[in-house]
């Protein structure tokens, strides 16, 4: 069974970093991971990926302050936000990619993060 587990979300505060992991399980290591978040009243927003061989991309507007990056040996992804303010309050999900043909096919069940001023 394919399972994505997201971890680390709480309360952050404002100009400090979040860290939040994304453990996959029931599937090979040669799939693509990206990262989203919800923000409370608002759409989900793509904010970066890595791939399977290990080449990362991040959303423009993130780039900056953003870093994806994996463990292979424990099936573990990480997304590194800094300098947040309170607008990176928001549900943070992780999904596997499946191709062009199905997009994103399995999601976590997300993790709020909340950034207090």
């Known amino acids: 069974e394919v399972q994505l587990v997201e971890s680390g979300g709480g309360l952050v505060q404002a100009g400090g970093s979040l860290r939040l992991s994304c453990t996959a399980s029931?599937?090979?290591?040669?799939?693509?991971i990206g990262w989203f978040r919800q923000p409370p009243g608002k759409g989900l927003e793509w904010m970066g990926a890595?791939?399977?061989?290990?080449?990362?991309y991040y959303s423009p507007s993130l780039k900056s302050r953003t870093s994806i990056s994996r463990d292979t040996s424990k099936n573990q992804f990480t997304l590194q936000l800094s300098s947040v303010t309170p607008e990176d309050t928001a549900v943070y999900y992780c999904?596997?990619?499946?191709?062009?043909?199905?997009?994103?096919?399995?999601w976590g069940q997300g993790t709020q993060v909340t950034v207090s001023s």
């Open positions: 029931g599937f090979t290591d040669d799939y693509s």
């Open positions: 999904a596997r990619w499946a191709g062009w043909d199905a997009g994103y096919d399995y």
């Open positions: 890595i791939a399977y061989s290990g080449s990362t």
